[in-house]
């Protein structure tokens, strides 16, 4: 990909990492059930918010996404902002969209091992560049 045709944001993201044919499956909404939102928040199977937590995220199409950048995580972690919308700094994406802790619109890796089951969970290497 030539470097004036990569996707560029104020975060430092540079380039895209799945293949962005329209027809391609990693580049549209995708719906999970319960049960896949389940394994996907296993981590959290024991946690009170749990169920509003896969409910949440099997209510509607979900948009998965993966970023490429130096220190990806913590830069994609301060653009989503704090998880209770509440507490999240101005012009983040929870604050500006999410509505509770349970449904504060987004989701975020925060750290390698787990970004890389996360990643797992919705592309095939296949998928990705």
């Known amino acids: 990909m030539a470097e004036d045709s ?4 104020s975060p430092g993201f540079t380039k895209p990492v799945s293949k962005s044919s329209p027809s391609n499956p990693c580049a549209s909404p995708k719906k999970k059930p319960a049960a896949s939102a389940g394994g996907f928040y296993a ?3 024991e946690r009170p918010f749990f ?3 896969t409910g949440f995220m099997s209510s509607g199409k979900i948009f998965a996404l993966v970023l490429e950048a130096e220190g990806a995580i913590l830069k994609w972690r301060d653009t989503m902002g704090a998880t209770d919308p509440k507490k999240a700094a101005a012009g983040t994406i929870r604050r500006d969209l999410g509505t509770s ?3 504060n619109c987004t989701h975020g890796s925060d750290a390698p091992d787990t970004a890389a089951f996360e990643i797992g969970y919705f592309f095939s290497g296949l998928d990705l560049i």
């Open 51 to 53: 169920p509003e937590l």
């Open 6 to 9: 990569k996707a560029k944001s």
């Open 43 to 45: 981590v959290h199977k």
């Open 101 to 103: 802790i349970g449904n």
